[in-house]
């Protein structure tokens, strides 16, 4: 007759428990999340300079295809 015997092991108290799984899992690091104003910023300046460097480049190429022409 065989019997069933069920070892378990008692997780650590840094480790919280994947219930799923059953297995002591590691905690990840806390995703930094950036404000909401310092989004804004960001993507201001990147609109900013995106519009000042298309103005640029279209300004060098009328100039060169408008001069080329007489």
């Given amino acids: ?3 069933n ?9 840094d480790r919280p428990v994947d219930y799923d799984s059953g297995i002591a899992t590691r905690r990840r690091p806390a995703a930094r999340k950036l404000p909401g104003w310092l989004w804004f910023v960001a993507l201001w300046c990147f609109g900013v300079g995106s519009a000042m460097s298309l103005g640029f480049a279209f300004k060098l190429l ?7 022409v007489r």
């Fill in 1 to 3: 007759m065989a019997t």
């Fill in 5 to 13: 015997i069920t070892i378990t092991k008692r997780p650590r108290a």
């Fill in 62 to 68: 009328m100039n060169a295809t408008l001069f080329a």
